[in-house]
């Protein structure tokens, strides 16, 4: 009589990786994310399809993704993952619940900073988030402060330090209508924005270098509305009501990205942090996190496309991740949001 054991040979550490790479879309963000090599979680994951009997993943170039079989192990291993962690958090119920104080970008888009929090809420339950929303200046006050301990935030500078690692660059483009002339172009210039009717998103970083540079072209947009809501700008954009300057991230359903040739100023997003907090296990794992999200990927649609973002060679020189990372996208972690 053969045991349990001689039937079912699927370890935790093999779900744990494939869910990290299937969330990510990626063999090396997936290595990332549960602290191991590149080779030993393709090894995982072979080793685990090999078991099924059937393919998992479908590896296609640049990205991966579940085949149907895959998809509902998925679902299947979010259940044991949720299970698992849920044991681990209340047998940690007895000690104080860590607190992790993080500040965001007001100008980075929704889904992704949901996306970041839910995976992350998933593989650690046991740890409180306290949310705080601003523009960098702000951000970077009360980090100084030690009012937060970690920003999502634009970095001043894209290098790595100790106390901030990139995540990525992207350029500024033009949001406009589907159905607007400049929707089907490749590319259009600074002089094209003429008199067109514009959308002013008063909370971008470089509102008042791009007026400048505006005014001393002498192009004069036509003011439609200001809004320091950059979903609101958006659902204007999509309704045909102007056009507006976003960073390539943001997607919206009716709306077309147009690049700008003479407009060459990008922004880099990253994390940055106390110095004190560097050996913080908590703010290590959330670190570790955005370093390894699908910045790049369509979270609406589940696809990867090109948004034109560039993401670091060699992003955490700086970081010691130190955590056993595992991955679902049911949120756990208790978020505490403050205006």
Request: include cysteine; proline fraction near 4%.
């Amino acid at each position: 009589m053969s045991s349990i054991g001689d039937d079912y040979g699927m370890e935790l550490y093999q779900i744990r990786q494939f869910v990290a790479v299937a969330e990510t879309g990626s063999f090396t963000k997936g290595a990332s994310r549960v602290g191991v090599s590149q080779p030993a979680i393709s090894a995982a994951v072979a080793k685990l399809e090999e078991e099924m009997g059937q393919n998992l993943l479908d590896r296609r170039q640049g990205f991966v993704v579940p085949t149907a079989a895959g998809s509902r192990l998925l679902d299947a291993a979010k259940d044991i993952l949720l299970a698992c962690n849920t044991i681990k958090s209340t047998l940690r119920a007895a000690s104080a619940p860590q607190t992790l104080r993080v500040g965001v970008l007001r100008t980075l888009p929704t889904v992704h900073v949901v996306g970041i929090l839910q995976a992350f809420g998933q593989a650690h339950p046991d740890i409180q988030i306290e949310l705080f929303e601003g523009p960098r200046e702000e951000l970077e006050k009360r980090i100084e402060q030690k009012k937060l301990d970690v920003g999502l935030t634009s970095l001043k500078d894209s290098a790595a330090s100790k106390t901030s690692v990139a995540l990525f660059t992207e350029p500024y483009v033009l949001a406009v209508n589907q159905n607007h002339r400049f929707a089907k172009l490749r590319s259009i210039t600074l002089d094209n924005l003429q008199n067109e009717p514009f959308i002013l998103r008063t909370s971008c970083e470089t509102f008042q270098d791009t007026t400048a540079l505006l005014l001393a072209r002498g192009i004069r947009t036509r003011l439609v509305y200001r809004t320091d809501q950059d979903d609101r700008a958006l659902g204007l954009v999509a309704a045909g009501i102007g056009v507006a300057l976003m960073p390539a991230l943001y997607k919206a359903a009716g709306v077309v990205n147009v690049s700008i040739s003479d407009f060459n100023t990008k922004r880099t997003i990253g994390m940055q942090w106390q110095p004190q907090a560097y050996e913080n296990k908590c703010l290590n794992a959330l670190i570790a996190f955005a370093c390894s999200h699908p910045w790049i990927t369509d979270l609406r649609s589940g696809e990867s496309q090109a948004v034109n973002i560039r993401t670091p060679k060699s992003g955490r020189a700086h970081l010691r991740v130190k955590s056993e990372l595992e991955t679902t996208v049911r949120p756990s972690t208790k978020v505490v949001a403050h205006a």
